[in-house]
């Protein structure tokens, strides 16, 4: 069963071009080369290789540098000609994706953490999105100083966090995607402040009368080290998975090892499988994390139904008891009874219809293997 239109945003597809780590195709996108200060702002053509000669902005700005390039265009900074303010330009490939980042973002827009999206235009088929400038991302900044976060410093951006997601969410959005490169820190009188940025898989979780959608099914899309292990079951993501996303975010920020870190990039439904299965902590059902507050953050996504509301609070609550009070005696190993109940239950009903039609008979192999072993495991 594929997901419903009219539903949601957009049936999002996977991103055509991510960052290493992000679920898509080879990149096709090319950027200009960065250089301190350019009046001509040339960027390679989306398909060619040579560049070509596209002014964006109509001669409003000046493209200064190029400082981000992802699955769907790229980040400019430029600047006003005539203000001499500098903006973040995102320019979006041309295609349905632009398109559906740019809904999700007005959704967002004047959301407090969220940048604040100026105006948007199209030009040359591109969707260009001028956008309040932030610095610095989480993951820059944990390799700025040259070591991982200390545990206090991760329960104090905890709280940060969950806020931001929460406020995504309280506009009807799931950003999807939720990773430390799509976290940055303010710039200026604002550098303090931290803001989640890119709403390109971002899904809208209610229906045009303000109700929860009812659960349905998207592929696996998002940035496998981050994604929920409902995600990787190719459940439609609910406010759930943005907050089991952000305890993998502060597990990898504060150098906590986890299982899948060094598993292959998945490409097939049984890549995920794996994935899914090392989330919810091995056949073993072990522990996911020694620190008893991730551990406990995402026992609290776990025991959630998909359009049960998130305690944010107490989620938040979690990370105001020190350390030194959370004894390893108090960890015990993440519930992950709910999920795989539920997921065995969609694998056995639709999925496997959807997604194997097309795989190769070793790739069903696999499955086959893997989901033998799961049912007996589970009896
Ligand atoms: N408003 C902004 N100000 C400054 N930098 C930004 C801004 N928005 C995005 N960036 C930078 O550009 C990078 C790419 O932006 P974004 O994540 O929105 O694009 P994407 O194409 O969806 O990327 P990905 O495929 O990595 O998810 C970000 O990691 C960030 O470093």
Aim: with cysteine; net charge positive.
């Amino acid at each position: 069963m594929g997901a419903k239109n009219g539903r949601h945003l957009d049936p999002v597809a996977p991103k055509a071009e991510p960052e290493p780590e992000t679920i898509g195709s080879s990149a096709s996108i090319c950027a200009a080369p960065d250089t301190n200060s350019s009046s001509d702002f040339s960027c390679e053509s989306f398909e060619k290789p040579l560049y070509s000669d596209i002014h964006f902005g109509e001669g409003r700005f000046n493209m200064i540098n190029v400082i981000g390039r992802g699955g769907y265009g790229i980040v400019v900074l430029a600047e006003d000609v005539k203000t001499k303010k500098r903006y973040a330009l995102k320019i979006g490939k041309p295609g349905s994706a632009s398109r559906r980042e740019l809904a999700a973002f007005k959704l967002v827009n004047g959301t407090k953490g969220v940048p604040v999206l100026i105006k948007e235009w199209r030009e040359l088929g591109c969707v260009i999105m001028q956008m309040q400038l932030v610095g610095m991302s989480l993951s820059e900044f944990v390799k700025q100083k040259g070591r991982k976060l200390t545990l206090d410093e991760g329960f104090k951006l905890a709280p940060m966090l969950i806020d931001l997601v929460e406020a995504v969410h309280s506009k009807g959005i799931i950003h999807a995607d939720v990773k430390p490169t799509n976290f940055a820190f303010g710039i200026g009188s604002k550098s303090s402040k931290l803001y989640i940025l890119d709403f390109g898989l971002s899904v809208t979780y209610l229906t045009s009368s303000g109700k929860h959608m009812e659960e349905t099914y998207r592929e696996a899309n998002g940035t496998p080290y981050y994604m929920s292990a409902n995600q990787h079951m190719s459940l439609w993501n609910s406010r759930r998975d943005d907050l089991e996303s952000v305890v993998f975010t502060l597990m990898e920020l504060c150098g906590i090892d986890r299982r899948w870190k060094h598993m292959p990039y998945p490409n097939y439904h049984a890549d995920h499988m794996v994935y899914w299965n090392a989330k919810l902590g091995g056949t073993d059902g072990g522990t996911i994390c020694q620190v008893l507050q991730f551990n406990n953050m995402l026992q609290m996504c776990r025991t959630l139904k998909y359009k049960d509301k998130p305690d944010y609070e107490g989620m938040k609550r979690l990370f105001k008891m020190k350390f030194s009070k959370a004894s390893r005696n108090d960890i015990k190993p993440v519930s992950s009874a709910a999920v795989v109940k539920h997921s065995l239950n969609i694998w056995d009903k639709n999925v496997i219809m959807r997604f194997h039609k097309d795989r190769t008979e070793e790739d069903k192999e696999m499955y086959r293997g893997k989901k033998n072993k799961e049912e007996s495991d589970t009896d």
